[in-house]
């Protein structure tokens, strides 16, 4: 074996652009040609094709999925002292962009055996003061969203899906993203549909609700030069909605392959390392892309060094629930014992569209021959 075939990438974005060099060079030189670089013709390109794709009436693309969730918020009239509903255990944006607003992220556990939020717990943290619920689709396979939005229908309440990683999968035959009230997603270079910066999207069935994102998304501009309403600075810039348009050239190869890939690592995972790792759950009304392709670990720390010092890169979604940050404290609580839980078993494998059988077996073999935790 050569050193290349040693070598295994955690997201190989390079054999990605290897195989769509051609278009996404050309399309990367259209914009450089006619140098509308903001609000260039690809961005209305980008979003008809992606609301053609999820199936929404409307998309309006962004800065990034942060700024989608904030957008969301603020579209939704999101003000201080409003509580928004979601789970600890998640990448810092989901609550982050709620604290900016001055809103009061309300963490309830999620699922030991999916890690998205646990719909038997949502009613119980509704109080008079709750505007929205923003669960988040997490590793790339949907929440139970119909659970979710028939609970915010009884109670009036607005549903958010933080879709960031999950674009792609589906629930009950529907794209993650068309799923509630607004969808949103990151093209974060490494999420299943990337491009080459930042840069994330929104999607939603209501006119009044898009038209808001839009005019948000540039300061409140309704007309030129009128701000109708508070807004931010929060394009999402031509080149990287050309290479989007490039990706989406191979994407339904990719998911299937994501969903390939998954299956496999969960079939080779349950022959073979059973005593090192756990697994986790694919429910059987919704697919899964995988973001991540995460296990639990009965000891995270020896299998991670155990892997590294075999040349196999893993990442740790997330070592710390939200309520636990330094900066969060003021949101700790005591009844999250699943998230705590996870935080410290899980552990992520290599994870993309073009990884060869081949590499997850020494994959799978190397977590098998770990030492046995006792
Ligand atoms: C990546 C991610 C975000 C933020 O997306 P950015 O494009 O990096 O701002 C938000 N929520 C979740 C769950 C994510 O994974």
Redesign the pocket.
């Known amino acids: 074996m050569n050193e290349s075939e040693l070598k295994i990438d955690f997201v190989d974005l390079k054999a990605q652009y290897r195989a769509l060099k051609p278009v996404i060079d050309g399309r990367i030189q259209r914009v450089l040609d006619h140098a509308r670089f903001i609000m260039g013709p690809e961005v209305g390109e980008l979003e008809t094709r992606l609301a053609q794709l999820s199936g929404a009436r409307h998309c309006v693309t962004c800065a990034?999925?942060?700024?989608a969730?904030l957008i969301a918020l603020m579209a939704l009239g999101v003000k201080p002292g409003d509580e928004v509903i979601t789970t600890p255990f998640?990448?810092i944006?989901?609550a982050e962009v709620m604290v900016l607003l001055g809103a009061v992220p309300i963490f309830v556990d999620v699922e030991p055996d999916t890690c998205n939020i646990d719909t038997t717990k949502i009613e119980a943290a509704i109080t008079p003061r709750t505007r929205a619920i923003m669960p988040?689709s997490?590793y790339g396979q949907p929440a139970d969203m119909d659970e979710i939005n028939a609970i915010a229908e009884r109670h009036g309440l607005a549903v958010i899906e933080?879709a960031?990683?999950s674009f792609g999968a589906r629930y009950k035959d529907r794209w993650s993203g068309n799923l509630s009230t607004i969808g949103c997603t990151?093209?974060?270079p490494s999420?299943p549909l990337g491009c080459y910066g930042?840069?994330?999207a929104m999607f939603t069935n209501r006119d009044d609700l898009a038209q808001a994102m839009r005019e948000i998304r540039v300061h409140g501009q309704s007309q030129r030069y009128i701000h109708t309403r508070i807004g931010v600075g929060g394009r999402m810039d031509s080149i990287q909605c050309a290479v989007v348009l490039a990706k989406l050239e191979r994407f339904e190869w990719e998911i299937e392959q994501r969903m390939a890939i998954g299956a496999r690592y969960t079939q080779y995972l349950s022959d073979l390392a059973k005593d090192k790792a756990e697994l986790l759950s694919l429910r059987s009304d919704r697919s899964h892309v995988y973001?991540q392709y995460t296990i639990l670990a009965l000891d995270r720390g020896r299998l991670q060094k155990h892997l590294n010092e075999r040349g196999i890169p893993t990442a740790v979604h997330y070592p710390i629930p939200i309520h636990l940050q330094p900066a969060y404290t003021q949101f700790n609580r005591r009844d999250v014992p699943v998230s705590e839980s996870l935080a410290s078993r899980v552990i992520s494998l290599p994870m993309h569209a073009d990884l060869s059988e081949d590499t997850q077996r020494r994959i799978v073999s190397a977590i098998a021959e770990a030492p046995v935790a006792r």
């Open positions: 990034s999925g942060t700024e969730l998640t990448f944006a989901t988040v997490l933080d960031a990683q990151s093209f974060f999420k930042d840069g994330g973001a």
